[in-house]
């Protein structure tokens, strides 16, 4: 409740940073940051934003790409994160769990399919920076990953939350261990630092750097010398809906779901590829004009025509229904 009626008080406030619902644009194995070139990629994701996703993606994506899922019109970056799977606990065959829009404390999710909510913040939720610290926008080429498959331990900004009603419940490190009647609910905040040089590097994070200590939506401390250009702080949040698979969890049991990977709840991980037309990020950041729903100069559309960009699907597999394996994983 106090989280709630703070919200409400800064949201008449003017404030620099974005947040926005993205519907699903594809579910399918392809990874262009983890995995570029790999087609199909070891795993399936969860896609959003916009058409020129690809196997391969490199060059001005936002030049490139004519429609995107996601709000802000003139977005077209791609974010994706795992699928979420149910694995039956008795018979073993696995459901993949689609995603509900995300319904932010306000602002709804203005008719989003499915999809993930996505922000751009420069400072915390509430609060922006623009006269001590200029942001800067990602340059066209630019991706990241955060978190990893095979990690053992609790990740800063990596979390899950049990909704019950409308209540988010304490943030998690590792998946909930009872049946959440609202769906799980996920957040991937990435690192605020960059090297400014790189576009890429051969982990996919390592020209970043995370100098965020605690959780949720936070001030990122200063950038250090060695990645000292601080850019938007960029969170994923995607509420999975895990209901109807409530009833096949028995009372007691461990829980049942894995990501597509077959990996635990520490390997939870997200992908970024920066693919915003022109400068309209950088003007997002530079001003303060874009808060939530209200954003002056930054180019909104209804989410019934986002709802109609589409790729195709590259690797014709089946995805959905109930499955003996996840796709691409050996058993
Ligand atoms: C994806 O990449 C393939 C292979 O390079 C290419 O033929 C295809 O046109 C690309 N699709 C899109 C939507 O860019
Ligand atoms: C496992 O249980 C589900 C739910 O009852 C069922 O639909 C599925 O076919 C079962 N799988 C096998 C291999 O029996």
């Known amino acids: 409740m106090k989280v709630l009626s703070s919200v409400i008080t800064l949201a008449t406030l003017a404030q620099a940073g974005l947040r926005f619902p993205c519907s699903t644009l594809t579910v399918q194995r392809l ?25 391969t993606m490199n060059g001005d994506v936002g030049a490139r790409a004519t ?43 203005n008719g989003a399919q499915g999809g993930l909510t996505v922000y751009y913040t420069q400072f915390d939720l509430s609060r922006d920076n623009i006269k001590q610290q200029p942001i800067k926008s990602f340059p066209p080429g630019f991706r990241m990953t955060v978190g990893s498959p095979t990690a053992s331990a609790r990740h800063i900004g990596l979390n899950y939350q049990c909704l019950t009603g409308n209540n988010r419940g304490a943030l998690l490190a590792d998946f909930p261990t009872k049946p959440c009647s609202g769906g799980i609910f996920t957040a991937h905040h990435f690192p605020p630092c960059w090297d400014g040089k790189n ?37 994923f949040e995607t509420t999975w ?48 004009e874009c ?15 986002a709802n109609q960009c589409q790729v195709k699907d590259m690797i014709g597999e089946q995805t959905d229904g109930w499955l003996s394996k996840l796709p691409g994983m050996a058993m």
Request: glycine share 8%; charged share 10%; net charge negative.
């Open 291 to 305: 808060f939530y729903d209200g954003c002056g100069s930054i180019q909104k559309q209804s989410m019934s025509i």
């Open 31 to 55: 990874d262009p940051a983890g995995e570029p070139g790999q087609s199909p990629s070891s795993h399936v994701h969860h896609i959003v934003g916009g058409n020129a996703f690809n196997a």
């Open 199 to 235: 576009l890429d590097s051969p982990d996919h994070q390592s020209h970043m750097y995370n100098t965020v200590n605690t959780d949720y939506f936070n001030n990122a401390p200063p950038c250090p010398a060695s990645h000292p250009v601080r850019v938007p702080q960029v969170t």
């Open 67 to 109: 429609c995107t899922t996601c709000q802000m019109s003139e977005d077209f970056s791609n974010y994706w994160t795992a699928h979420l799977y149910f694995k039956h606990p008795t018979n073993g065959s696995y459901h993949r769990v689609n995603p509900l829009p995300v319904q932010p404390l306000l602002g709804g999710s």
């Open 241 to 288: 809906d895990t209901t109807k698979f409530n009833s096949m969890w028995p009372s007691g049991a461990p829980n049942p779901f894995v990501w597509s990977f077959e990996g635990n709840g520490y390997g939870t991980h997200a992908d970024y590829m920066f693919g915003w037309k022109g400068d309209a990020l950088q003007r997002a950041m530079d001003k303060s």
